[in-house]
């Protein structure tokens, strides 16, 4: 959100039921972690916060200096990894259970920077996919971290592209164009 907050709803009673309030940035991604008892933010003041849920203090602050703008991320099938796509180009990879940065892990090639461009892991968390800016979709392979392969998927931004779960051979990406293409 703009004003650089969280916000907890009752459904219910659209009562506010929590407010976490510590980001100076906005905030630009939300993804519960932990069988959902807690969840990760990012922000444009470039940190991720890690937070239990109810409780409106992080119990982990991540900034770095060299860190960017983490607009996308995405959670791995086994829950174990949490792939951030970096507006430097690249998608890092945290392991969930301490939120520790994997640093064998780091995907680029692609062009991001200033497009919030979706990320994603195969259902069998093998590869991880991503859109770029020049239209093209990149998947890179999980063990060498190296692009597997690339086409050419819209004209414009492909901004986002996910996997079918049950028809694995495929992919799904939408773009700038107004397209929404399928793969196989």
């Known amino acids: 959100m703009a004003d650089k907050k969280i916000v907890g709803w009752d459904i219910n009673t659209g009562e ?5 309030d510590r980001h100076l940035g906005a ?14 933010s990012t922000s444009d003041d470039k940190s991720l916060r890690v937070w239990d849920w109810d409780i409106p203090v992080d ?7 060299s860190m960017h703008a983490i607009p996308s991320c995405s959670l791995s099938g086994s829950g174990k990894w ?44 093998s ?3 991503s859109g ?9 392979d999980w063990k060498t971290t190296k692009v597997y392969k690339r086409f050419k ?17 495929k992919i799904v990406t939408c773009g700038w164009d107004g397209k929404i293409k399928l793969w196989d």
């Open 132 to 140: 770029d800016a020049d239209g093209r979709c990149f998947i890179w």
């Open 16 to 20: 506010i039921t929590q407010e976490y």
């Open 82 to 125: 949490l792939a951030c796509q970096s507006m430097d180009n690249k998608i890092s990879i945290f392991a969930t259970q301490k939120l520790r940065l994997n640093r064998k892990k780091v995907f680029k090639g692609h062009m991001v920077a200033g497009y919030a461009c979706q990320c994603n892991f195969s259902p069998d968390n």
């Open 153 to 169: 998927a819209h004209d414009g931004v492909c901004i986002g592209c996910v996997w079918l779960p049950h028809e694995t051979s």
């Open 27 to 40: 905030v630009n991604t939300i993804t519960f972690i932990e069988r959902n008892i807690s969840f990760v």
């Open 127 to 129: 590869y991880l996919i």
């Open 59 to 65: 119990r982990k602050h991540i900034a770095d200096p």
